[in-house]
C-alpha cells in the first residue's frame, strides 16, 4: 500500500520550502491542506490558493472556526498549543481513511524550535506530527540558503497567524483581527514586509521590516493611514524604530512579569 503524506501548509517560507522539496526531490505522494481559520488574512489564502494552483499540487481547505474554542479565545500564553491541537484533530477527522497509510507533516525549523516559546510544538509532539524540517536540523539560515540555490519558494506569505498581534489575555474577536488586518494592508501595498500592527485597545504599534518605516512619514500616505486607523478606533499611534521584532508581544509580556 502507498504511502501519502499529509503537509499541514501554512503559506509561510517554511512550508513552502517543505512542500517544494518533497514535490521535486521524492517520488513521494504529498497532499498539502490548508487551514482557513478566523486568524488568517484574506490575502494568505490567495497567496496560498495561487502556489498550490500554479504547481498543480492536490491540496484540501479545511475551514476550522478557532473562535469557538473559549481555550483560544482567552487568549492565554497556551493559545498556540490548543490552536494546534483543535487544527491536527479537525485534520484527523477529514483524512479518517483506514485504506490508506497516512504521515501528518508540518514545517517548523530547528531555529523556531530552539529559540523560540512554540507551545503548538508541544501539540504537535503529543499527536504525532512530524516536523522533518525541525527533525533534520535545518534552521532558518539553511532554509533560506537552500531555497536561494535551487531557487525555491519565491515570495512567501509573510503576514502568519492574526492573533499574534494581540498581547495574551486579551480576549481574541473577529471585529479586533479583522482591524488588524485592515490596518496592515495598506502598508503591505505600499512594499512594507514584514509589518506588524500590534493591537493595544486604542492604541496601535506599528513594526516594519527593513527600510520601510521610513514610508511612514511621507506625505501624503501619511495623514491618510492616521485617518483610516483613527477611523478603526485608534487614538494613539506609534510607529516602533527598532522595525519588525519576532515575538515582540511575548517579550513585552515577560518584561512585565519579571518588573
Given at each position: 500500500m502507498k504511502q501519502k503524506l499529509i503537509l499541514a501548509f501554512s503559506g509561510g517560507?517554511?512550508?513552502?520550502?517543505?512542500?517544494?522539496?518533497?514535490?521535486?526531490?521524492?517520488?513521494?505522494?504529498?497532499?498539502?491542506?490548508?487551514?482557513?481559520?478566523?486568524?488568517?488574512?484574506?490575502?494568505?489564502?490567495?497567496?496560498v490558493y495561487k502556489f498550490l494552483e500554479q504547481r498543480e499540487i492536490n491540496y484540501?481547505?479545511?475551514?476550522?472556526?478557532?473562535?469557538?474554542?473559549p481555550s483560544i479565545v482567552k487568549n492565554g500564553r497556551d493559545r498556540c498549543y490548543h490552536c494546534k491541537r483543535l487544527m491536527f484533530e479537525t485534520l484527523f477527522q477529514y483524512f479518517n481513511y483506514p485504506s490508506e497509510i497516512l504521515r501528518?507533516?508540518?514545517?517548523?525549523?530547528?531555529?523556531?524550535?530552539?529559540?523560540?516559546?512554540?507551545?503548538?510544538?508541544?501539540?504537535?509532539?503529543?499527536?504525532?506530527?512530524?516536523?522533518?524540517?525541525r527533525q533534520a536540523g535545518l534552521t532558518e539560515d539553511?532554509?533560506?540558503?537552500?531555497?536561494?540555490?535551487?531557487?525555491?519558494?519565491?515570495?512567501?506569505?509573510?503576514?502568519?497567524?492574526?492573533?499574534?498581534?494581540?498581547?495574551?489575555?486579551?480576549?481574541?474577536?473577529?471585529?479586533?483581527?479583522?482591524?488588524?488586518?485592515?490596518?496592515?494592508?495598506p502598508l503591505r501595498r505600499e512594499g512594507m514586509h514584514p509589518v506588524r500592527v500590534r493591537y493595544f485597545g486604542k492604541t496601535a504599534r506599528i513594526e516594519a521590516g527593513g527600510k520601510t518605516v521610513g514610508r511612514l512619514f511621507n506625505h501624503p500616505f501619511r495623514d491618510r493611514y492616521i485617518r483610516l486607523l483613527t477611523g478603526f478606533g485608534f487614538s494613539n499611534i506609534f510607529v516602533d524604530l527598532?522595525?519588525?521584532q519576532k515575538g515582540a508581544l511575548e517579550e513585552n509580556a515577560d518584561a512585565r512579569e519579571n518588573l
Open positions: 517560507k517554511d512550508s513552502r520550502f517543505l512542500l517544494e522539496a518533497i514535490t521535486r526531490f521524492t517520488e513521494r505522494t504529498c497532499h498539502a491542506v490548508f487551514f482557513q481559520t478566523p486568524f488568517v488574512s484574506p490575502k494568505t489564502l490567495e497567496s484540501t481547505l479545511i475551514p476550522v472556526d478557532l473562535l469557538k474554542s501528518f507533516m508540518e514545517g517548523t525549523n530547528f531555529s523556531e524550535a530552539i529559540s523560540e516559546n512554540r507551545p503548538g510544538l508541544r501539540a504537535v509532539e503529543e499527536l504525532g506530527i512530524e516536523s522533518p524540517l539553511d532554509i533560506a540558503a537552500l531555497s536561494k540555490t535551487y531557487q525555491m519558494t519565491g515570495e512567501a506569505d509573510d503576514i502568519g497567524c492574526l492573533a499574534t498581534r494581540i498581547p495574551f489575555g486579551v480576549p481574541i474577536t473577529e471585529e479586533i483581527l479583522k482591524k488588524i488586518d485592515e490596518s496592515e494592508d527598532k522595525g519588525y
